[in-house]
């Protein structure tokens, strides 16, 4: 997969974008970048203007502090927009991307057409919390585990797929500080937003794999009933990385998700 040229904002944040129409945010998950949205980028665009960002110290963009939680990284993505003088957009996001996605529904949803979250977490158990905040916590040290994370998002049998070694090649080369902040964010953040989806009436898609061992299809399927238009699809057969292991099905989702009228709120 080829580098896909970026665009910067005044802000210093780095995106890329093809298309034209109702605009379409994606933002990736901890330890990607915007490439990880290619294959939505490269079918969504016939029919909207598709925006990927890179997350605040990942690629291009420039990173938040090291302290930032996740409410700093929602207000950095409505500063993206403010940056991109976008009043309405669709918002996607994988994994810490879905927490901001979500965050941004909950704080600026008049901004927010529609939303998806894939591969989202929420309301961890204790055991997967305290798991996710000693990870975090030894990001911090210096100790940081590629094999670890991509065992668990792609399974043991995936090692030889290029979409491993691509997504291997990422978080091996992603800057260390800003990763290490952007996962303590992710490790505390499951329940930031967790209450507000009884209020956020734009058509929310809750997309998961169906053997994701930590955003689960119980995950997935909570959110969806909490949130008045919120609905929850699996993929069988696949885990964290859906959006590259099954792009086609996943542009299918989409596409109708996008499909579905506003008015819904």
């Not at 998002?153 to 990422?170: I, K, N």
């Not at 794999?209 to 689960?216: I, L």
């Not at 299809?217 to 959110?223: D, S």
Request: hydrophobic share 45%; aromatic share 8%.
């Amino acid at each position: 997969m080829e580098m896909i040229r970026r665009f910067h904002t005044k802000n210093g944040m780095a995106y890329a974008e093809h298309g034209s129409g109702e605009p379409l945010v994606l933002i990736h998950g901890v330890g990607m970048r915007l490439e990880a949205w290619a294959p939505q980028m490269a079918a969504l665009s016939r029919s909207h203007r598709v925006i990927a960002v890179d997350m605040p110290g990942h690629g291009e963009s420039r990173p938040l502090p090291e302290d930032a939680g996740l409410e700093a990284f929602v207000a950095w993505l409505g500063l993206f927009l403010n940056d991109l003088e976008l009043d309405h957009a669709n918002v996607a996001g994988h994994s810490m991307g879905a927490l901001i996605a979500g965050g941004a529904a909950a704080t600026f949803g008049e901004r927010v057409s529609r939303v998806a979250l894939l591969n989202a977490v929420y309301r961890r158990d204790a055991a997967a919390s305290a798991a996710v905040i000693e990870r975090a916590r030894e990001i911090r040290a210096g100790q940081v585990d590629v094999d670890g994370p991509l065992l668990r998002w792609f399974g043991a049998d995936s090692q030889d797929s290029d979409v491993y070694r691509l997504t291997h090649r990422w978080l091996s080369s992603v800057d260390r500080a800003g990763y290490a902040a952007a996962y303590a964010a992710f490790a505390a953040g499951d329940s930031t937003y967790a209450d507000c989806w009884p209020n956020i009436g734009c058509p929310a898609l809750f997309l998961t794999g169906a053997d994701d061992p930590n955003s689960t299809p119980t995950m997935a399927r909570a959110m969806a009933d909490a949130a008045p238009c919120g609905y929850a699809v699996l993929i069988d057969g696949h885990r964290h990385m859906v959006n590259l292991t099954a792009p086609d099905e996943v542009n299918t989702i989409l596409s109708d998700w996008l499909a579905k009228p506003e008015e819904m709120k």
